[in-house]
């Protein structure tokens, strides 16, 4: 199983909503990612967990909060997000850090 | 502040014909990877490049990495419609220790091969 499950795969939500998105491997790999992607634009880096603990915040605004419940499991909690938030979310997993890293399907975001 | 720049940024190309993407950064790595994106998808891995002079090569495509120019290629052999995509490399920025990537992701090259 070499799959990285991301849902929901399409979501719109009001600027005053509370979202989640959730991320699910079952690869055994310890470090796991969220990024964003707008429109032509390669991915951005968001966060990175380690082992569950929260390794890298790329100075995400605080409307973005990550969460990991367990090694196959990674949330994104979103709350009053703006409209330039809407973006392709990835989740992506790695076993190591020289290894390449999977990504999922994404989460289509907009915020209207 | 690092920068990872690709060359060319669009690339229409006929089917059979051989082209290189050119993958520059600004900054020590010695980790590189290439990764292609088809329009409203995910991204696939394509290759893991860790060392200088590493090749990997995969059917039509093969990467390079020279870590002393701070350049990796990615060159396409006898094009096919099949191929038509974006592709990205992503620079690591962890150097030291650790157990996650730093991916920093090239600008992409949209490759449209025409038949």
């Known amino acids: 199983d070499t799959e990285v499950t991301q849902t929901p795969k399409h979501l719109v939500m009001g600027m005053t909503n509370k979202k989640s998105l959730k991320c699910e491997q079952h690869?055994?790999?310890?470090?796991m990612y969220w990024y964003k992607q707008k429109a032509k634009k390669p991915p951005e880096l968001m966060f990175v967990?380690?082992?569950?603990?929260?390794?890298i915040n790329e100075s995400v605004p605080s409307r973005f909060s990550p969460e990991c419940p367990n090694s196959s499991l990674l949330n994104l909690h979103l709350h009053a997000l703006q409209p330039e938030d809407s973006a392709l979310y990835l989740c992506?997993?790695?076993?190591?850090?020289?290894?390449?890293?999977?990504f999922g399907q994404g989460t289509r975001l907009t915020v209207v | 502040e690092l920068k990872v720049e690709q060359n060319p940024l669009f690339l229409s190309m006929q089917e059979g014909k051989n082209y290189t993407i050119y993958c520059n950064y600004s900054?020590?790595?010695?980790?590189l990877y290439w990764y292609r994106q088809d329009p409203g998808k995910s991204l696939e891995s394509l290759f893991v490049?860790?060392?200088?002079?590493a090749v990997k090569q995969e059917g039509r495509l093969m990467a390079s990495l020279d870590t002393k120019a701070r350049l990796s290629t990615l060159h396409i052999t006898a094009a096919v419609h099949d191929l038509s995509a974006t592709y990205f490399c992503?620079?690591?920025?962890?150097?030291?220790?650790?157990?996650?990537?730093?991916?920093?992701f090239g600008t992409g090259t949209l490759l449209a091969v025409q038949p």
């Open positions: 992506a997993s790695s076993l190591q850090r020289v290894t390449e890293a999977f």
């Open positions: 690869m055994g790999h310890r470090a």
């Open positions: 967990y380690s082992y569950e603990k929260l390794s």
């Open positions: 900054t020590t790595s010695d980790r």
């Open positions: 490049l860790l060392s200088n002079g």
């Open positions: 992503a620079v690591d920025l962890r150097r030291y220790g650790g157990a996650t990537n730093k991916l920093i």
